[in-house]
């Protein structure tokens, strides 16, 4: 009897080792998403507004992100991203103000006419306003930025009657940005990407928009053809741009709603796209052998938007 109530007492302190090792490895499995259970006891804090719970993703779960919770640098799973600079988290307070977890900034930022105004804007909208000078360096160490804003992620639905932009395989961060802010510059907000793409929300894309990411709708579609099939039954007008394309830019009657499609910056679009509706060329001379795709996007808004007018 004393021989199996020994066993029975193995057992169960064996049964117990076992349930802590997997609540530790669980825990620290979920990353970022542990990061929001673990400080979910908030912690008074540097902060000039309110602190608060506000939702956030991560992983696929949802969950309450502190307003003081710790971040990270940015990564693409991640279920929030960062703007740096006071003009780009001013346009992102404005614009998406339901989407800011909060914003941060530091000492040497204080007397910037920009940040006042942005603390301002937070306090109408109860969104925490955080002195946190070593948070900004940390998150944005090459930016010499004054100023993080921290949101969440979102994905709004493209308008089947007004004109698109449609980016198939974009590259670069930078010119991603640079295209965003040029699309609200001509007054389209639509923007397609379909993947292999860039990632929008990645804070160098952020920064090279200056924020006009936050004035846009978006989507990210994983074929051509998925985007083809949702805006179908839309009497849309089609115009790749190509190398090889039939239609000469100046020649291009643009008619409305229309779909710019672009290609990736090194190889363009596919063959395939010189079936579908107009394929439409750049005149340039033989010195290079393409323009950058921003300054195609640019072009290409130019036209068309004269073309309306």
């Not at 340039?284 to 073309?307: C, E, F, M, N, W």
Request: hydrophobic share 40%; proline share 6%; glycine share 8%.
């Amino acid at each position: 009897m004393r021989h199996a109530s020994s066993i029975l007492t193995l057992l169960k302190l064996r049964g117990l080792l076992t349930f802590v090792l997997f609540v530790i490895v669980f825990v620290t499995s979920l990353g970022d998403l542990g990061d929001c259970v673990l400080t979910a006891v908030r912690r008074r804090s540097s902060v000039v507004g309110r602190p608060s719970l506000t939702p956030c993703l991560a992983f696929g779960y949802t969950a309450f992100m502190p307003a003081d919770a710790p971040l990270k640098p940015y990564k693409k799973e991640f279920g929030y991203s960062y703007s740096f600079g006071v003009f780009p988290t001013l346009e992102l307070v404005q614009h998406r103000p339901d989407e800011v977890i909060r914003v941060l900034v530091s000492e040497a930022g204080l007397k910037n006419k920009g940040v006042s105004k942005l603390n301002e804007l937070c306090d109408r909208r109860r969104i925490p306003f955080e002195l946190n000078a070593r948070a900004v360096e940390r998150l944005s160490p090459k930016e010499n930025a004054y100023v993080v804003g921290v949101f969440r992620k979102y994905e709004p639905e493209l308008s089947a009657e007004a004109d698109h932009v449609l980016l198939v395989s974009p590259a670069d961060m930078g010119n991603l940005g640079t295209i965003m802010r040029t699309m609200l510059g001509f007054g389209v907000t639509n923007l397609g990407l379909v993947r292999p793409a860039a990632d929008l929300f990645d804070p160098r894309a952020v920064r090279a928009s200056m924020g006009a990411l936050f004035s846009l709708n978006f989507h990210y579609f994983d074929t051509y053809e998925q985007y083809h099939d949702l805006f179908s039954q839309t009497d849309r007008a089609l115009f790749p741009f190509m190398t090889g394309g039939t239609h000469s830019l100046s020649a291009t009657r643009f008619d409305h709603p229309l779909t710019l499609i672009f290609g990736n910056e090194s190889s363009g679009l596919p063959p395939q796209f010189s079936q579908i509706g107009h394929p439409v060329t750049i005149p340039h001379t033989d010195k290079i052998d393409s323009l950058s795709l921003p300054i195609a996007v640019a072009l290409g808004l130019y036209a068309a938007r004269q073309d309306e007018a």
